[in-house]
């Protein structure tokens, strides 16, 4: 699939629909725990002979003044 989408907490859902189209789907999640910090969670997804295969990296940032 071509389509990627970000899901964030202050600026709602954005998506592309650009390029060639893949089997692969990425989500990229967006939260703000705390003042100070931003967790980043991508998942991609994709099926591989039947089975559907699935990778996450979650990262979380913060805010060094």
Not at 4 to 31: C, H, K, L
Not at 35 to 51: C, L, N, R, Y
Request: glycine fraction near 4%; avoid cysteine; aromatic fraction near 10%.
């Amino acid at each position: 699939r071509i389509m990627d989408e970000i899901t964030d907490i202050y600026y709602g859902v954005y998506s592309q629909s650009r390029g060639t189209e893949t089997p692969f789907v990425r989500v990229a999640t967006i939260s703000t725990p705390s003042a100070d910090q931003m967790k980043v969670i991508s998942t991609v997804t994709w099926p591989e002979s039947g089975i559907s295969r699935r990778v996450e990296l979650q990262e979380v940032m913060y805010n060094w003044k």
